[in-house]
Structures are given as C-alpha cells and as structure tokens.
C-alpha cells in the first residue's frame, strides 16, 4: 500500500525539530530510522499530517564516554552500537543484543532511540537497557528531563515521552569486566523473538558479585528479572545456581499468547533461556 498524503519536515538542529513539534504535534509523527514508522503509514494504520526527520541532527548521533556512563545519541544507527569499542568494553549485554536486531540492512538504518521509544516489549533492545539500568533523556519546550528506564516503559507501544518531546540521548551505567549475552528464540531468521533473555554477570574469585537480567516479550513491556539477580548475588558461579535462578524468571511476568506459542509455552520457555544466557555470560566472564 501507499502511505496517506502528509507534509515533511527536516531540520538541522533540536531546536528546530522541537519547534516543528510544537506546532504540529497532535498531527504529526516524529521519524528516526523509519524501521517502524514506515511500515505502518504503507499499510496506513496511521496517517500523520506531517512527518518530522531527526535524520539530519548529527548532535543526536554517536557513542560517547562521560565518566561512569556511556552516552549513546538517540539517532545512533543498530550497526554503530554493536561495533562500537565503547559499548562492547563498558555495556557489551547491549553490543550482544543490538547483533541481533533484525538483518543488517535493518542495523543500517534502524537507530537505537528509534527501537526504545517505539517500545515494541517484543524489540530486543528495552531488556537489556533496563537491565543495565539506562536513564533516558528527554527534551521538550521546558528543557530537558532524565527518566529511568523503570519508568520509561509505561505500556504496550507506550512510553514517558509526551507528544511535545524528543528522545535525545540514553545515558548506560559502565559495567567494565561482566560478561554478557543475549539468548534469543525465534523460529524462522529474523522474527521478533518468541522470548528473548540478556544477562550480564560480575564475577569474582568464582562468586557472583553482580548480576543484570532482561527478559524480551514476557509482558506488555520489556521486564527486568530482579528475582533472578537477587538469586544469583553471592552464590558460587555453578550451573546449580544458574538453574536455581532461572526458575525465578517467571515472577512478575505475564507473557502474551499468540500464534507464535501461549503463555504457559513462553513462561517454560523463558526459564530455559534464563539459564542459558546465565551460563554463557559466567562464560564470557572468565569464570
């Protein structure tokens, strides 16, 4: 299908973008990469009167060092994110699990903004940013706001951003030294996962000093599986503690059903995948 008429604007700076905004906000659709906003003006499940491009604000690309933090700009490309020497050093749960997303044209063209706040609870980059605990900055006509991804995820499709703001930047804690990785199930190459589990571990003299896990599509948004961490902290690196855990993952989650597998298919399956990804990051670790 063709997507309904609309009026398109790109600006150069924020500023300009957040102006735009303001006088178009209740007709209009602010687009990234366009990996989910194109789809869905084809098949004309939406039809804004005007698109606003970020594609051209070059302040809001780019992978930077700021202390105890990285920051990642909002429009940062998938492909930039998992190849960055940063990420992969200080946030490598998020360098596993951006590899993952989709196909390469996809990672190409997608941004790291763009998935988070679409927060599709089925996209594979809101559990592992809540699971490292990332805060998410938010400009609007009054400034700039810091919200913890805690409080990001309200719903299904449905963030903290109101419809006068733009997401700039995500701020990740460093977590030099854990290991980490995403298990992902999917049946055919390339589907948005069944279930999705990332885990990162801190791992010393064989003890589980630090533990950090994210469950993908196990509810209406992405999950944090603070059982599992509170099981891990303190026991013996072991796949008897791995297992233990695991089976913590269910609690709080409420999986869909759908033609892809019903609820109880996903509460079994996310338990599998726990303690696969735990296994694999306590690897990683070099413990």
Not at 259 to 285: K, W
Request: with cysteine.
């Amino acid at each position: 299908m063709i997507p309904a008429p609309f009026d398109y604007v790109a600006p150069t700076t924020l500023e300009e973008a957040l102006t735009a905004l303001s006088e178009h906000g209740d007709v209009a659709k602010i687009i990234a990469g366009g990996q989910s906003l194109l789809p869905v003006l084809r098949m004309r499940l939406n039809a804004p009167e005007w698109v606003i491009d970020l594609g051209r604000i070059e302040t809001l690309r780019g992978v930077r060092d700021d202390g105890d933090a990285l920051v990642i700009g909002a429009m940062t490309p998938h492909s930039v994110v998992a190849a960055d020497p940063l990420v992969a050093e200080h946030a490598a749960l998020l360098a596993r699990a951006t590899a993952t997303v989709a196909d390469e044209q996809v990672r190409h063209r997608g941004t790291f903004g763009g998935a988070l706040a679409h927060a599709d609870p089925a996209g594979d980059l809101g559990a592992p940013a809540r699971a490292l605990g990332a805060q998410l900055v938010i400009a609007g006509p009054g400034g700039t706001r810091t919200v913890e991804a805690d409080d990001f995820f309200r719903g299904l499709f449905e963030t903290a951003i109101t419809e006068d703001e733009i997401l700039t930047e995500v701020r990740i804690p460093k977590h030099p030294g854990w290991g980490a990785h995403y298990e992902k199930f999917v049946r055919v190459a390339h589907q948005w996962p069944i279930v999705a589990v990332g885990a990162s571990v801190k791992v010393e003299g064989g003890t589980i000093a630090g533990a950090a896990v994210g469950l993908t599509n196990m509810g209406s948004t992405p999950l944090r599986a603070r059982a599992v961490e509170a099981a891990l902290v303190g026991q013996a690196a072991t796949e008897e503690a791995c297992r233990a855990a695991a089976e913590k993952a269910v609690e709080g989650a409420e999986p869909p059903s759908d033609l892809n597998g019903d609820a109880d298919y996903r509460r079994h399956l996310v338990t599998v995948l726990t303690r696969r990804a735990l296994l694999a990051a306590i690897a990683d670790a070099g413990a």
